[in-house]
């Protein structure tokens, strides 16, 4: 690959990701402790469950990223969806934070040559680029739901996380540089 697309890769790999975690954390910061644990129904996720899968899934995933299978035999993806009497919302976000910053150091660490590389997942063989952008399609499917569950628990509390409904005219007029701010 092109060390020019391969450079352009990554750093749009890490924007990508950036962008997510900001939503998903705006979006938990609008949240009670209790509401973090509260699940609507019984085939559904709390805020809890839904962050300690995808910081699981990124700890796994991107530990040894290069070199071992991105599913960790440490790793009980199965305990990510139960709810657990003894955890703390502090707990879970120390994990969201570890994985985090495991996925930036690993993405940090990559060359452009290495988008081409071949890592595997579940013994499934991946380049590097199918790989990163398929963890960008599964954390934001699930950074969507955590949205969407922390604006059904705050109902009429919520801010919004972007336009706000009948301001687009407004959000149009203003200049590029100010609405990058903005949405």
Not at 80 to 91: G, V, Y
Not at 95 to 115: K, M, N, Q
Request: glycine share 6%; net charge neutral; hydrophobic share 35%.
């Amino acid at each position: 690959m092109d060390g020019d697309v391969g450079t352009a890769f990554l750093l749009e790999a890490r924007r990508c990701f950036s962008s997510y975690r900001t939503l998903a954390e705006s979006a938990l910061a609008q949240v009670e402790d209790a509401e973090f644990f509260h699940s609507p129904g019984p085939e559904s996720n709390s805020l809890d469950v839904l962050v300690r899968h995808i910081a699981g899934n990124m700890s796994s995933r991107s530990s040894d990223f290069l070199s071992s299978d991105g599913e960790k035999p440490t790793r009980n993806r199965d305990r990510e969806f139960e709810a657990s009497p003894t955890s703390s919302r502090a707990d879970t976000m120390k994990a969201w934070e570890d994985g985090w910053r495991i996925l930036f150091d690993t993405i940090a660490g990559l060359s452009p040559a290495d988008v081409l590389r071949t890592v595997t997942i579940r013994g499934e063989p991946h380049s590097v680029l199918q790989a990163l952008s398929r963890q960008q399609a599964h954390y934001a499917q699930h950074i969507g739901q955590i949205v969407y569950l922390a604006k059904l628990i705050r109902r009429t509390d919520w801010k919004t996380l972007s336009i706000p409904r009948g301001k687009s005219e407004d959000f149009n007029r203003r200049p590029l540089e100010e609405r990058r701010h903005l949405a």
